[in-house]
């Protein structure tokens, strides 16, 4: 059993993540989350569950450091008011904050939300324990209306949606590349990773996601809400283990995305 330091990261996620926030042109995508042993990751109407202790939830700011950017879907913002932050560890390492990505197609995101009023509100933090959050839409919404958010304090990066009206996960890649972010930890919700978890393949063919972190916690929820919606359980990819460490209470498995153990 490991109880992660605080001042240095496990060494199981140096070993298999970008400790040093990728040196390729090709960003890493790391698919995170938490869940219960009913494979839940929130209560009934998605409200927040904590199932990480602790150690796990230390060892997830370590992750979070590592990788250049946090990226959730609209409804984890609206639902949770998440911070994104890395404040668990000591402020004197000195390591620079994830950049916050959201997914808001229709631009529902809420003025009021911390990570955007904490970033107005606290500008001696800026750059260090604190990034402007960055909100991908469709680049179908309005102008006026984007301005309006960026007048606000946020920026607005507009981009293609497929059918759905979703950021196409095929596309990310691109989409971070050209914002200069070489890897990204997509933490959900539900919807976000199971879009995710689906799109197997980047555009030249390569896996779409290269690292899976499970963080798996001794409980059951019940009613709530799905590792993925409900439905959506067919066509997930074949994930390998290539580690798995007790943290606490709770098991954290790392993954990798392995098509050619497919039957
Ligand atoms: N335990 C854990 O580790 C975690 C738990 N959670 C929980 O997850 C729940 C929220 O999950 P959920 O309701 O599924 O929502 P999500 O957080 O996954 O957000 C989904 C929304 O994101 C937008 N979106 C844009 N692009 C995509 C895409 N490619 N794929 C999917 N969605 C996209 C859509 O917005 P639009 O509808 O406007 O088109 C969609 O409805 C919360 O209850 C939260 O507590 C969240 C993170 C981690
Ligand atoms: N690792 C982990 N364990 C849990 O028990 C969780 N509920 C989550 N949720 C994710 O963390 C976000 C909240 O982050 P802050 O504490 O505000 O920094 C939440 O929105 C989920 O993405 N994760």
Redesign the pocket.
Known sequence: MTTPSSTEAPGFLAQHLPLDKATTSRPHITV???QSLDSK??GVGGK?????GPE??LM?HWLRSMHDAIL?GVN?LIL?D????I?LLPSSLNLRPPQPLILDPHLRFPPTARILSEWNTKPLERGKTLLQPWIICSDQVPLSQRTSLEEEGARVIAVKVDEKGHIPPSDLPDIVGKLGLKSVMI???SKVLSTFLHQRQREDGSVLVDSVVV?V?PMFIGQGVGVVPEGEDKGLPPLRTVHTETMGKDAVMVCTVNEEDEE
């Open positions: 995170t989350w938490a990751i929130a927040r569950v904590i199932l990480s796990s939830m997830t959730i984890t949770d998440p911070r994104l932050q404040n933490e959900g919700g963080t916690a």
